[in-house]
T-cell receptor
Framework: KAGVTQTPRYLIKTRGQQVTLSCSPI?????VSWYQQTPGQGLQFLFE???????NKGNFPGRFSGRQFSNSRSEMNVSTLELGDSALYLC????????????FGSGTRLTVV | KQEVTQIPAALSVPEGENLVLNCSFT??????LQWFRQDPGKGLTSLLL?????REQTSGRLNASLDKSSGRSTLYIAASQPGDSATYLC?????????FGAGTTVTVRA
C-alpha cells in the first residue's frame, strides 16, 4: 500500500517569499501531523490535523499555518520566509486513535536563500 | 511539557557487537513510545512501537523495552551490521503529537 507522500521533495526559495508544502496520508489515515527538522533544534512539532480540525499546535510563529482537506490531504504554508526556516519538513499520518503509531513521509527539503 | 533525552549522542562499534540505546522522558502520561531510524537526508522509518501498557516489543534483531514509571525506554540491536549505521530516534506520544529526543548516531565498523 502507498505510504505518506510529500511534494515537492526539494524547494529553493528567496527570503520574504511564501511556500506551500503538500502531504498525502496513507489511505484511511485521518490524522496528519507536520514536523520541522533542523541540525540545531532537532525534530519539532508544528501542528496536527484530524478531520479538517487542528487539534494541537507547536510553538511556532503565525507565519506557519496549515490546513487539511476533506480527503485528509494536508498542506502547510510558510509566509515571509526567513533564512532560519531552511529545514527538512516531515509529514506523518496515523490511524484514528492515539494508541497507533505514526508513519512518516520522505520529507520536503526547503532551502531559503 | 514532555522532554525526551537520548544517551549516548553517538556510538561507534565493531560489526557483531550488540547495541544498547537509551531514551528517557519526563511525562509518564504517554500513549506509546516509538523508535525510528533515520538515514542521512531521509525521512523516518518506524522500527518499533510500544504501547503504554506493554513492557517490550521485538522485531528480528531489535528489542525495545518500556518502563513508564521510571520514564525510560531502551532499544537493543543484536549482532550489529554495517547496514545498521544510522541515527536512531525515540519519540513519546501524547497530546496528539510526538516529542522527539535528539537521537543517537550509530556507526558500525566492518
Amino acid at each position: 500500500k502507498a505510504g505518506v507522500t510529500q511534494t515537492p521533495r526539494y524547494l529553493i526559495k528567496t527570503r520574504g517569499q511564501q511556500v506551500t508544502l503538500s502531504c498525502s496520508p496513507i489511505s484511511g489515515h485521518r490524522s496528519v501531523s507536520w514536523y520541522q527538522q533542523t541540525p540545531g533544534q532537532g525534530l519539532q512539532f508544528l501542528f496536527e490535523y484530524f478531520s479538517e480540525t487542528q487539534r494541537n499546535k507547536g510553538n511556532f510563529p503565525g507565519r506557519f499555518s496549515g490546513r487539511q482537506f476533506s480527503n485528509s490531504r494536508s498542506e502547510m504554508n510558510v509566509s515571509t520566509l526567513e533564512l532560519g526556516d531552511s529545514a527538512l519538513y516531515l509529514c506523518a499520518s496515523r490511524r484514528t486513535g492515539e494508541v497507533y503509531g505514526y508513519t512518516f513521509g520522505s520529507g520536503t527539503r526547503l532551502t531559503v536563500v | 511539557k514532555q522532554e525526551v533525552t537520548q544517551i549516548p549522542a553517538a556510538l561507534s562499534v565493531p560489526e557483531g557487537e550488540n547495541l544498547v540505546l537509551n531514551c528517557s522522558f519526563t511525562d509518564s502520561a504517554i500513549y506509546n513510545l516509538q523508535w525510528f531510524r533515520q538515514d542521512p537526508g531521509k525521512g523516518l522509518t518506524s522500527l518499533l512501537l510500544i504501547q503504554s501498557s506493554q513492557r517490550e516489543q521485538t522485531s528480528g534483531r531489535l528489542n525495545a523495552s518500556l518502563d513508564k514509571s521510571s520514564g525510560r525506554s531502551t532499544l537493543y540491536i543484536a549482532a550489529s551490521q554495517p547496514g545498521d549505521s544510522a541515527t536512531y530516534l525515540c519519540a513519546a506520544s501524547n497530546d496528539y503529537k510526538l516529542s522527539f529526543g535528539a537521537g543517537t548516531t550509530v556507526t558500525v565498523r566492518a
